[in-house]
């Protein structure tokens, strides 16, 4: 009967490092990277195609990755600190970033002071660019959470769901002592609360669905000046709040609730806040002001044209059948200013 029951479960991952020679290889690390990585590419392509310039944002990431690992790292400690400087712990601990332990609230707050410092470099505005990350961020999340999963790590009560998780007892290869981070689960024996609710899942599932809602909401609504990044915060922190409550792991309480529910409480509403005030600065930013500093682009017809070039942002213009005279018959003075694209 019990080894039935364990069909109707998921499983646990037998560990979570794997050692290549001296080197470990951090399956929660790995999970970090591959989210970093798809935030970068999905943001570059949607900041290409609002107009900016290839690029920036990995010029941008180079500052706000590190800012927000920082950042995670921070609020971790902080909101956790008897995991670090109470009897027994070694405080040294609080810089081992990849035994886990992240918190996404720091790591949006830094990161954001990262990315602004890269924005105003490149002359682009950060709200632009926080909309074009948005859907990146939050699926980079997800991916975490799989890195949760592999460390056994953010689940909640015991549960008779199907879908349950099974916790296996993790051990040293070398000396036997029970070890759950780094250990190697050889027997499959389950912890005794096991199974229980897969919390990581949930918000893993929540987090892929909030990304496909701003995707379409932004196609929709041609949302800007950071509302795009608004309404990431605001989906997440829902979803955040309710399936905080279903974590049994240690964490810190204020009033009966965990600090990470009122934190989403209060992000909530500061994201819905600005999301109402931000829809009075009109439409979405123009796609000339998210071209970076230095982006200069030729508009003058090659030797031997007789009309500009179709393969820039404004060929459209193009085809109206107005085509404005040569640059070299108008004096620059005289020439109208160039008319440009209705972003409404």
Same mark, same amino acid.
């Given at each position: 009967?019990?080894?039935?029951?364990?069909?109707?479960?998921?499983?646990?991952?037998?560990?979570g490092?794997w050692?290549?020679?001296?080197?470990p290889?951090?399956?929660?690390?790995?999970?970090i990277?591959a989210?970093?990585?798809?935030?970068?590419?999905?943001g570059?392509?949607?900041?290409?195609?609002?107009?900016?310039?290839?690029?920036?944002?990995?010029?941008?990431?180079?500052?706000a990755?590190?800012?927000?690992?920082?950042?995670?790292?921070?609020?971790?400690?902080?909101?956790?600190?008897?995991?670090?400087f109470?009897?027994?712990?070694?405080?040294?601990n609080?810089?081992a970033?990849?035994d886990?332990?992240?918190?996404?609230?720091?790591?949006?707050?830094?990161?954001?002071v990262g990315? @602004?410092?890269?924005c *105003?470099? %490149?002359g682009?505005?950060?709200?632009?660019? /926080?909309?074009?990350? &948005?859907?990146?961020? #939050?699926?980079?999340?997800a991916?975490?959470?799989?890195?949760?999963?592999?460390?056994?790590?953010?689940?909640?009560?015991?549960?008779?769901?199907?879908?349950?998780?099974?916790?296996y007892?993790r051990?040293?290869?070398?000396?036997?002592?029970?070890?759950?981070l780094?250990g190697v689960?050889?027997?499959?024996?389950?912890?005794?609360d096991?199974?229980?609710?897969?919390?990581?899942?949930?918000?893993?599932?929540?987090?892929?669905?909030?990304?496909g809602?701003?995707? @379409?909401?932004?196609? *929709?609504? %041609?949302?800007?000046?950071?509302?795009?990044? /608004?309404?990431?915060? &605001?989906?997440?922190? #829902?979803g955040?709040?309710?399936?905080?409550?279903?974590r049994?792991?240690?964490?810190n309480?204020?009033?009966?609730?965990?600090?990470?529910?009122?934190?989403?409480?209060?992000?909530?509403?500061g994201?819905?806040?600005?999301?109402?005030l931000?829809?009075?600065?009109g439409?979405?930013?123009?796609?000339?002001s998210?071209?970076?500093?230095?982006?200069?682009r030729?508009?003058?017809?090659p030797?031997?044209a007789?009309?500009?070039?179709?393969?820039?942002?404004?060929a459209?213009?193009?085809d109206?059948?107005?085509?404005?005279?040569a640059?070299?018959?108008?004096?620059?003075s &005289?020439r109208?200013?160039k008319e440009k694209?209705?972003?409404?």
């Amino acid at each position: 009967m019990y080894s039935a029951a364990l069909l109707a479960t998921i499983p646990s991952p037998d560990r979570g490092v794997w050692h290549l020679g001296p080197i470990p290889i951090r399956a929660y690390a790995l999970c970090i990277i591959a989210g970093i990585v798809l935030a970068i590419w999905w943001g570059e392509r949607r900041w290409a195609a609002r107009g900016g310039t290839k690029g920036t944002v990995l010029d941008v990431a180079v500052f706000a990755v590190p800012f927000g690992l920082v950042g995670g790292r921070i609020y971790h400690v902080i909101t956790d600190p008897e995991l670090y400087f109470t009897a027994g712990k070694n405080p040294w601990n609080a810089f081992a970033i990849w035994d886990g332990g992240l918190g996404i609230w720091g790591a949006v707050a830094l990161g954001a002071v990262g990315a @602004l410092i890269a924005c *105003r470099r %490149k002359g682009v505005p950060l709200p632009a660019m /926080a909309d074009a990350l &948005a859907p990146g961020i #939050v699926a980079a999340q997800a991916i975490g959470r799989i890195g949760n999963y592999f460390n056994q790590e953010l689940y909640g009560a015991h549960t008779d769901l199907p879908w349950g998780l099974e916790i296996y007892q993790r051990f040293n290869p070398q000396t036997g002592a029970p070890d759950g981070l780094t250990g190697v689960a050889t027997g499959h024996i389950p912890l005794p609360d096991s199974p229980v609710q897969p919390t990581f899942l949930y918000e893993l599932i929540w987090n892929l669905l909030i990304a496909g809602l701003v995707v @379409l909401a932004d196609r *929709r609504f %041609k949302l800007g000046h950071g509302r795009v990044f /608004a309404l990431y915060v &605001a989906g997440y922190t #829902v979803g955040r709040c309710w399936i905080e409550l279903l974590r049994t792991d240690t964490a810190n309480h204020i009033l009966g609730l965990r600090v990470n529910v009122w934190t989403s409480i209060l992000v909530f509403a500061g994201a819905m806040v600005y999301f109402v005030l931000a829809a009075r600065r009109g439409p979405r930013e123009s796609p000339e002001s998210l071209r970076s500093k230095g982006d200069e682009r030729d508009e003058s017809p090659p030797p031997g044209a007789g009309s500009t070039s179709d393969t820039g942002p404004d060929a459209k213009a193009d085809d109206d059948g107005d085509d404005p005279p040569a640059r070299d018959e108008v004096p620059a003075s &005289a020439r109208p200013e160039k008319e440009k694209p209705d972003e409404s």
